[in-house]
């Protein structure tokens, strides 16, 4: 019992730490539960006191990683704050900041694997996220005649989908780099040229 770990006020917090780093280096499938026992400078048979396995491990970065998310996307949003538009397109920008800002969370929530119906606290956080863009969706159609309106739960998984793309193809790694126009910009345009093909923009003239 040598170990510092054994010590800890909150081991399992300190485990999955030591994975969110591990994560960010190597990848959601590029290392061991050894190796992150020893990166929490533990011995592996603390690590079972907290995790069935690696896999639950990374499920709770996840977990944690869309609550932060969604508490990011919640403040963007500001309640449809100063409009209805300009709150929508804060919580993509909101988005493409999280993905730079917690890239192990980010790789644990998208690129585990891990399934979201195997852990009903996952799930539920999951949800959470998803229903701050439901509800920004539903504040910014609700003029659209009913029988054009497209469902709240589509309208927000169509951001959702344009933003997750301009994050995987431009912003992971270095930022920008692979386009000649800035992230943001990229949403910004894409999210207008979806908003106008549902009359809530004007066209362009």
């Known amino acids: ?3 510092r770990g ?3 006020g909150n081991l399992r917090q300190a485990l999955v730490e030591a994975a969110l780093r591990l994560i960010t280096e190597k990848g959601p499938q590029g290392f061991t539960l050894s190796e992150a026992a020893k990166a929490a400078d533990v011995t592996p048979a603390a690590v079972y006191r907290h995790f069935a396995g690696r896999d639950e491990l990374i499920a709770e970065a996840a977990r944690q990683g869309y609550e932060i998310f969604g508490a990011l996307m919640d403040y963007a949003y ?4 100063p409009s209805a538009l300009a709150a929508f ?3 993509g920008r909101a988005y493409l900041a999280f993905a730079r800002k917690y890239p192990g969370h980010y790789m644990a929530m998208f690129e585990s694997g891990i399934s ?3 852990n009903p606290e996952l799930a539920a956080a999951a949800q959470g996220a998803r229903d701050v863009l439901e509800r920004a969706a539903t504040r910014l159609s609700e003029h659209i005649p ?4 497209p469902p709240p739960a589509m309208f927000s998984a169509h951001v959702w989908a344009l933003s997750h793309g301009v994050v995987e193809l431009f912003t992971r790694g270095a930022p920008g780099a692979k386009s000649p126009f800035p992230p943001e910009d990229l949403l910004e345009a894409g999210i207008g040229i979806y908003l106008r093909g549902l009359g809530l923009l004007p066209p362009d003239r």
């Open 116 to 118: 979201l119906q195997s």
């Open 1 to 3: 019992m040598s170990k």
């Open 78 to 81: 500001d309640e449809g704050r």
């Open 146 to 149: 009913p029988e054009k309106r």
């Open 6 to 8: 054994y010590h800890h």
């Open 89 to 91: 397109e804060a919580t």
